[in-house]
């Protein structure tokens, strides 16, 4: 079982990606997905989760507003929609599965991690 990222790039300032994450091979009843992402010498940060039993979600302060995560129709794919870039944005960003679903945001509590994607956001 593994997770996949796809769909980082360079963007200008105040662009938009679309981050992906395949969980096709999480056979999990109920789970949560989340967003994390790391820049170089900082600890992990957790952006965004959601649930896959309601498809609720969390997000952190930093990015409230800009960012959304969602599955699609067949919950095999989570996305990220980064909005409104910004420099401090830069970071590889990953996904990760938490066999509870309980919107945790501590990479801790993550079991499943996928290899990461760089986001680089510059003029």
């Known amino acids: 079982v593994q997770l996949v990222e796809s769909g980082g790039g360079l963007v200008q300032p105040w662009g938009s990606l679309r981050l992906s994450c395949d969980v096709s091979?999480?056979?999990?009843?109920?789970?949560?997905i989340a967003w994390f992402r790391q820049v170089p010498e900082k600890e992990r940060e957790g952006i965004a989760v959601?649930?896959?039993?309601?498809?609720?979600?969390e997000y952190a302060d930093s990015v409230k507003g800009r960012f959304t995560i969602s599955f699609d129709d067949t919950k095999t794919t989570v996305y990220l929609q980064l909005n409104s870039l910004k420099p401090e944005d830069t970071a590889v960003y990953y996904c990760?599965?938490?066999?509870?679903?309980?919107?945790?945001?501590?990479?801790?509590?993550?079991?499943?991690w996928g290899q990461g994607t760089q986001v680089t956001v510059s003029p």
């Open positions: 990760a599965a938490d066999y509870e679903d309980l919107l945790r945001i501590d990479p801790t509590d993550y079991g499943l």
């Open positions: 091979g999480f056979s999990f009843d109920d789970y949560a």
């Open positions: 959601i649930s896959s039993s309601d498809s609720t979600t």
